[in-house]
């Protein structure tokens, strides 16, 4: 079905052409992908969208002007000449739903910077998720073997540790049989003296 | 000879990992020992709450003793303490605590291996990681034999495995790439132990002109089968797939077969089937371009081996070291490390079905000389066979 397919798959012709079917070798495919990856003009990241400046799309917060009409002109008069009663012709003339309107609209508009916002985020979350992941796994990787290597030079330590032990403990034996050979070797000595000694009063019992 | 599969679950329902690769074997050698299974009540990986009745049963020929397990776990008071551990310095204590914590925490199912040791020549035990492979191996380890099923994972660095790695008579691995993990952690090589890993029967037919024609399915399609989850590189896959369809022509479709746990992107071209039955799975692993496995983490993907079987390519994920080395080894499926290297081997695979007929082809040789069910039972058989000379 899509073995037909022509655009972009020249490459890929390319690569098949050099392919042993009765006799393949993945790692070798493996390696001369990647080469023709690597061989490819890098492709422009694309920008990145900053919180910074809004994006075209973001509704901007404007509030439709609107026709006061000939009611409101008039209030507006009214209002401008009983300026000093201006709150007390405020309560009459503008009705208080007219001002809860008013708010409800900029609540709206806000509501629909918020979601777009909440979008931009969920999208911005999104995106990077599988890179999160991919430093994740990376730095999971470099820690096991940051463990591991730990681990072996505890093990060496621990050893080294052994090893030291027993060498003092095997100086300590020395020692001290150096000093029994030392005991022995005087022990000899004195003997052997008694012994020429006596040789010595033998021999002059006897040449006597 | 008496032969008990020690493993933390056992059931008909349970329908993948350790537990399925344990009942399988269990299955397969009961033909050629007298084998029982030692588990526990519990049929949720997550909570270890008491499903199963307690006592003993027979599945498919294979008898079943069941034990209570005392405490279920609470998972987020596990995943603080594993936090802890794996952030702090800490004891071998706290190790326990943390293994007492995960589960499924079954003190009378040690105390059942204790008192009837004699009973049995050997026994098996699957998971390294829970509570029953720990403390059992610790009870009788001159007649333990650990099929470990480790993958890369943070808590391996615990000592508290380290130990456990050299306390059995044997090893049974499931890949080559396992067995080092394993070695460079405890330094064991002196165990004996050798890579198995787990048979699959292929059913003799499949409807696939059926399945192509139910779900409208005209161009080329990838599959995915397994738990869709973040943990399985599901969330990378859609990513790099979605980017991919933005940039490329090419007519094909993602399919994607088993229960989610993942939020799946509505997209024209990516199709969701939820759980399939066997048949189905074959059927729509038999109509498919190459299988996709984008999981991070595997011992054994046991749906690779199947799509090997069918004679179907295999695009893994690189930074899954097993997955990659099966792949090397087989010479049957490509892998990728990034989205550059998954568009190119994918358009490579679309593009040329000769190389998917050659890779399919070593594969399903690949498959045929390591893990058809009689080289399997062989391989157990041999390594129980030299443990007994050995003992002679």
């Not at chain 1, 990145?48 to 404007?62: F, H, Q």
């Not at chain 2, 329908?15 to 020992?33: D, P, Q, S, T, Y």
């Not at chain 2, 024609?213 to 790099?240: M, P, Q, S, T, W």
Request: net charge negative.
């Amino acid at each position: 079905m899509v073995d037909e397919q022509k655009n972009g798959e020249v490459e890929d012709a390319g690569l098949s052409n050099r392919i042993d079917y009765e006799a393949i070798d993945v790692e070798d495919i493996m390696t001369r992908l990647r080469q023709k990856i690597a061989a490819r003009p890098t492709e422009k990241d694309e920008p990145e969208e900053g919180l910074s400046s809004w994006p075209d799309d973001v509704p901007a917060y404007a509030p439709e002007p609107k026709d006061p009409g000939k009611t409101g002109r008039v209030k507006r008069l009214l209002i401008k000449i009983m300026r000093p009663f201006t709150p007390f012709i405020k309560l009459l003339a503008y009705p208080i739903h007219r001002e809860l309107r008013d708010t409800i609209e900029i609540l709206d508009q806000t509501n629909k910077r918020l979601d777009y916002l909440y979008d931009l985020q969920h999208r911005h979350y999104e995106e990077l998720k599988p890179k999160i992941i991919n430093i994740n796994l990376r730095v999971n990787e470099r820690i096991d073997i940051a463990f591991n290597d730990i681990n072996r030079l505890k093990e060496y330590t621990k050893l080294l540790h052994t090893m030291t032990h027993n060498l003092v403990v095997e100086m300590t034996k020395l020692k001290i049989e150096e000093e029994n050979v030392k005991l022995k070797t005087r022990i000899l000595e004195k003997d052997f003296e008694f012994l020429g000694r006596k040789e010595k009063a033998l021999e002059d019992e006897l040449f006597k | 000879m008496k032969v008990a599969f020690v493993v933390q679950r056992y059931g008909l329902e349970i329908n993948g990992g350790a537990e399925l690769h344990c009942r399988w074997v269990a299955e397969h050698m009961n033909k050629h020992w007298d084998v029982e299974v030692l588990t526990t009540r519990a049929a949720d990986y997550i909570t270890w709450k008491n499903h199963y009745p307690k006592g003993t049963e027979t599945i498919n020929g294979v008898t079943v003793h069941r034990f209570s397990v005392t405490r279920p776990r609470d998972p987020e008071r596990f995943g603080r303490l594993q936090n802890r551990l794996l952030t702090e310095e800490h004891r071998l204590e706290d190790e326990r605590r943390w293994l007492e914590e995960e589960g499924p925490l079954s003190p009378s199912l040690i105390e059942y291996i204790e008192a009837h040791q004699d009973e049995y020549d050997y026994f098996i035990f699957f998971s390294y990681r829970y509570y029953h492979s720990y403390w059992g191996i610790h009870t009788i380890p001159h007649k333990s034999i650990l099929v470990p099923t480790a993958e890369k994972d943070s808590i391996t660095v615990f000592s508290l495995f380290r130990d456990l790695f050299r306390l059995p008579r044997a090893f049974v691995y499931n890949s080559y790439e396992e067995r080092a993990m394993i070695h460079g952690i405890a330094g064991n090589e002196d165990i004996p132990g050798d890579v198995v890993g787990v048979g699959t029967v292929v059913p003799h037919s499949f409807q696939t002109e059926a399945f192509l024609k139910k779900h409208d399915l005209e161009d080329d399609y990838i599959i995915y089968i397994g738990r869709i989850d973040e943990n399985k590189g599901c969330a990378e896959l859609f990513d790099f797939f979605i980017r991919m369809k933005k940039k490329s022509e090419v007519p094909f479709k993602l399919i994607l077969c088993g229960s989610s746990k993942l939020k799946i992107p509505v997209h024209p071209d990516i199709l969701y089937l939820g759980f399939v039955s066997e048949e189905e799975k074959f059927a729509a692993l038999n109509g498919a371009r190459a299988l996709i496995m984008p999981s991070f983490y595997e011992s054994l993907s046991m749906v690779t081996l199947e799509a090997w079987a069918m004679g179907k390519p295999v695009l893994a994920n690189a930074r899954c070291d097993v997955l990659q080395g099966q792949c090397r080894r087989s010479n049957a499926g490509l892998y990728y490390a990034d989205y550059n290297e998954f568009t190119e081997s994918l358009h490579l695979l679309l593009s040329d079905s000769q190389l998917c007929d050659s890779l399919g082809r070593n594969g399903k040789t690949y498959f045929q000389n390591n893990y058809t069910w009689d080289v399997i039972e062989k391989k157990y058989l041999d390594i129980i066979g030299s443990l007994e000379q050995e003992t002679e």
